[in-house]
């Protein structure tokens, strides 16, 4: 039986960039920093979620051509990854404070609120608040 949802890989052009990103400016914790395949592997994380953010750049050592050439071009598109607040208007002041690539909160025709958050890649992500907030 499956219990959780682990973590999903964030393909970026500057790991330590990307890090410095999303635990200075985003918040997140870093949940591992291992060494791997010459590189380093790097989880980060909001503080209470299970959930993690493995951030990797293309590795030649553990990808082959094909793989390598794939996750190049991942870099710099919509994830597919939701971040949730509870309140998505500090969160969107906060994070443009700091200079985060963010749009202004919109409601939605289905109840919840939205922005767009875009990495120093252009990795994009959708900040949520539902409904019930």
């Known amino acids: 039986m499956i219990n959780t949802i682990g973590g999903i890989v964030i ?14 400016k985003i918040g997140f914790d870093i949940r591992l920093n291992v060494p791997f395949y010459g590189g380093k592997w790097i989880e980060v994380a909001p503080k ?5 953010l493995s951030i990797m750049e293309p590795n030649s050592q553990m990808m082959s ?4 050439e ?4 991942t ?6 990854i939701w971040f949730f607040s509870s309140d998505i208007q500090s969160t969107y002041e906060e994070l443009k404070s700091k200079g985060v690539d963010i749009t202004k909160p919109e409601k939605q025709e289905w109840g919840g609120i939205l922005s767009l958050v875009k990495d120093p890649d252009g990795n994009v992500f959708t900040l949520l608040s539902s409904p019930e907030g």
Do not use: W
């Not at 209470?48 to 993690?52: A, F, H, L, M, Y």
């Not at 051509?65 to 390598?68: S, T």
């Not at 794939?70 to 071009?73: D, P």
């Not at 870099?75 to 597919?80: C, E, H, M, P």
């Open 11 to 24: 393909m970026v052009s500057d790991q330590a960039q990307a890090v410095k990103f999303y635990t200075e």
């Open 48 to 52: 209470d979620s299970e959930s993690t």
């Open 65 to 68: 051509p094909e793989e390598l």
């Open 70 to 73: 794939l996750a190049k071009k």
């Open 75 to 80: 870099i710099g598109r919509n994830t597919g």
